[in-house]
């Protein structure tokens, strides 16, 4: 992959997980208000945004390594 396209993607799920980061925080808020019958929805929010978190940092880490290891 080239340098340009993992930057690229980088950012994509970075701002894809600040989205995820604002309705992360709004369902638990929910689940913790324990006010709603069925908290399924909820769960499956935090879980989704969760697995975007990890494959930004996934992401993130080897494109920081490559760049870096392309510097030396």
């Given at each position: 992959?080239?340098?340009k396209k993992?930057i690229?993607?980088?950012?994509?799920l970075?701002?894809?997980a600040?989205?995820?980061?604002?309705f992360?925080?709004?369902s638990?808020?929910?689940?913790?208000?324990?006010?709603?019958?069925?908290?399924?929805l909820e769960?499956?929010?935090?879980?989704?945004?969760f697995l975007?978190?990890l494959?930004?940092?996934f992401?993130?880490?080897?494109t920081?390594w490559?760049?870096?290891?392309?510097?030396?």
């Amino acid at each position: 992959m080239t340098y340009k396209k993992l930057i690229g993607i980088s950012l994509a799920l970075g701002v894809i997980a600040i989205v995820g980061l604002f309705f992360s925080v709004l369902s638990l808020l929910d689940i913790y208000q324990n006010v709603e019958p069925d908290l399924t929805l909820e769960w499956g929010v935090v879980k989704i945004s969760f697995l975007f978190f990890l494959m930004y940092v996934f992401v993130s880490a080897r494109t920081i390594w490559k760049l870096s290891k392309s510097k030396k």
